[in-house]
T-cell receptor, first 115, second 115 residues
Framework: AQSVAQPEDQVNVAEGNPLTVKCTYSVSGNPYLFWYVQYPNRGLQFLLKYITGDNLVKGSYGFEAEFNKSQTSFHLKKPSALVSDSALYFCAVREGHSGTYKYIFGTGTRLKVLA | DAGITQSPRHKVTETGTPVTLRCHQTENHRYMYWYRQDPGHGLRLIHYSYGVKDTDKGEVSDGYSVSRSKTEDFLLTLESATSSQTSVYFC??????????????FGSGTRLTVV
């Protein structure tokens, strides 16, 4: 079965500093990987995805993610953190076969950006 | 979130009572999913549907059933609610895709408390 792991429950970073939220994956075949963000009392919102192509994927709100096949990682990054980036972040991977796809989520990482 | 609504938003129910949560979409998407969110577990898939009357179990389906008689509605029923089913429930929809490449759009969630 496909899976993703988010090794950090919480990440703290100062406003203006670069941020990284880590995700590693375990899949058979080519991975389809996603990042979502959840603000308090809201549903999850799509940030970006890796399907194929360039290893550096750009997404919403200035976020980007780097796909690294040799390290089986898909870390979320932003060059300069904002206080408003404080939220819960989830990594996800596609599982299943044609016609029955679903996504498996990691346990989430809480990002806290300090002013 | 645009195109997908969940009802009710909040519910308190007693142990042993049946409960039905509703997910309604206006996007005409084929795929619909029910997840629960719990601290330390992230999002876990309960059931999903890839078409009218086509449903399948996820990783935490015990105690839950679903029905999809119309494209736009996906109902989640707790047959006899237990305290362990206290959680936040999210519905998600996804566009039809042969490769599962589109990701999800999430509803705003239903906070269920079983007392």
């Amino acid at each position: 079965a496909q899976s993703v792991a988010q090794p950090e429950d919480q990440v703290n970073v100062a406003e203006g500093n670069p941020l990284t939220v880590k995700c590693t994956y375990s899949v058979s075949g080519n991975p389809y990987l996603f990042w979502y963000v959840q603000y308090p009392n809201r549903g999850l919102q799509f940030l970006l995805k890796y399907i194929t192509g360039d290893n550096l994927v750009k997404g919403s709100y200035g976020f980007e993610a780097e796909f690294n096949k040799s390290q089986t990682s898909f870390h979320l990054k932003k060059p300069s953190a904002l206080v408003s980036d404080s939220a819960l972040y989830f990594c996800a991977v596609r599982e299943g076969h044609s016609g029955t796809y679903k996504y498996i989520f990691g346990t989430g990482t809480r990002l806290k950006v300090l002013a | 979130d645009a195109g997908i609504t969940q009802s009710p938003r909040h519910k308190v129910t007693e142990t042993g009572t049946p409960v039905t949560l509703r997910c309604h979409q206006t996007e005409n998407h084929r795929y619909m999913y029910w997840y629960r969110q719990d601290p330390g577990h992230g999002l876990r898939l309960i059931h999903y549907s890839y078409g009218v009357k086509d449903t399948d179990k996820g990783e935490v389906s015990d105690g839950y059933s679903v029905s999809r008689s119309k494209t736009e509605d996906f109902l989640l029923t707790l047959e006899s609610a237990t305290s362990s089913q206290t959680s936040v429930y999210f519905c998600a929809i996804s566009e039809t895709g042969d490769r599962g490449e589109y990701g999800y759009t999430f509803g705003s969630g239903t906070r269920l408390t079983v007392v």
